[in-house]
């Protein structure tokens, strides 16, 4: 059995439009470096991370609360950072306060300093270093495309992620099926009514905005993920995430499909996934403002869903999206992880799934 190795991963944040002034985290990671220890991951880590954070203010990352960038809420922030001779002007502050603090002094601070109060802030990571196991399960995943272009038929394929096609034990094999239904899309009836595809925003691609004719396009991919499912078992539990990184090119219009998923792990008991992905739920909900993810199409939000969650602020008295954003970023310093978990429920956005699945072994 080969050994482990440590992947260094980019985390995901993004510039929404419309006026919200904050970068907000999404839950994405992009693989950009492997080593075979995690000391030599680390360290690399390290660097990127301090290059990141290199001239950057925490307090516009994740939204408009201290919740979003520390563990430590206002008055022990407060603390942490006078006990490196930092001096913030007071323990309670509005959120607008700390963010302009910040860009008028944190320039006069020493290089300890600074490492000490970056510190506390963290949620406001941009690498993370996570264990490649051993052994992995090879996905098939469909496409999913974007919305049929004016530019003479053209769709774009989204940033990640796709529907399931089946999973398989040997690469070989989830290649041989990639292609074989592959060849049929390429020879098949165009079911997009499109005359060219694009991939110009799908990880992995080609950055340019070189157009593909039906016969040559790609329309499936396989996707290697972890997996503690034993030989000839036959089915294991893969835990998914909603695709949603398209948000990162054009904004939350284009957003894929709410059937793309993005694969993650695969494990041999329900048990096991249902506790990674509510892991995984757990975390998004220390990072994520649920109100972001809300399609610009749907219903409006019904206030009588709300109400009876006894939530911390009055609601918000319009739909606007934007408004019901800003109304959740204030809500963090008094709400309790129960009310965010309710708060999630209500706005219909499960980001993670298990989805028990058929694996061929042949």
Not at 7 to 16: S, Y
Not at 41 to 52: G, S
Not at 218 to 230: A, I, K, L, R, S
Not at 299 to 312: C, D, I, Q, S, V
Request: proline share 7%; hydrophobic share 40%; charged share 25%.
């Amino acid at each position: 059995m080969n050994a482990s190795r440590y992947t260094v991963r980019r985390l995901g944040w993004h510039q929404p439009p419309h006026g919200d002034p904050y970068t907000r985290r999404v839950p994405t990671a992009e693989p950009i470096a492997t080593f075979d220890t995690f000391d030599e991951a680390e360290l690399h880590r390290r660097e990127r991370e301090a290059e990141c954070r290199a001239d950057e203010n925490p307090f516009r990352f994740g939204g408009g609360s201290v919740f979003f960038q520390s563990s430590l809420d206002g008055p022990r922030l407060h603390d942490w950072l006078m006990d490196a001779g930092i001096d913030p002007p007071v323990s309670h502050l509005h959120h607008r306060d700390w963010r302009a603090w910040w860009d008028a002094f944190a320039h006069t601070w020493s290089a300890d300093q600074l490492a000490h109060a970056w510190a506390a802030f963290d949620k406001v990571k941009f690498f993370d270093v996570a264990e490649e196991v051993p052994n992995v399960a090879h996905v098939v995943i469909d496409i999913v495309w974007g919305r049929l272009q004016r530019d003479g038929g053209t769709v774009t394929a989204g940033t990640e992620g796709g529907r399931l096609v089946g999973v398989y034990r040997r690469a070989g094999s989830a290649e041989a099926e990639r292609m074989r239904q592959n060849r049929v899309r390429n020879n098949g009836h165009n079911f997009h009514n499109s005359y060219w595809f694009r991939y110009d925003r799908r990880r992995g691609y080609d950055e340019s905005s070189r157009t593909w004719p039906l016969p040559r396009a790609t329309f499936f991919e396989v996707v290697q993920v972890p997996t503690n499912v034993p030989p000839l078992a036959g089915v294991g539990f893969l835990v998914q995430r909603r695709a949603i990184g398209d948000t990162a090119s054009s904004g939350w219009r284009e957003r894929p499909s709410r059937d793309a998923r993005v694969p993650l792990w695969m494990f041999a008991e329900r048990s096991a996934a249902e506790a990674f992905r509510d892991q995984l739920a757990v975390e998004c909900r220390q990072t994520v403002n649920p109100f972001v993810f809300v399609e610009p199409d749907a219903e409006p939000f019904y206030h009588h869903k709300f109400t009876r969650l006894a939530l911390p602020l009055p609601l918000p008295a319009s739909d606007r999206r934007l408004e019901w954003v800003e109304w959740w970023d204030l809500c963090q310093d008094e709400a309790t992880e129960d009310q965010r978990a309710a708060v999630w429920e209500v706005c219909d956005q499960p980001l993670f799934e298990v989805l028990r699945v058929e694996v061929s072994d042949a």
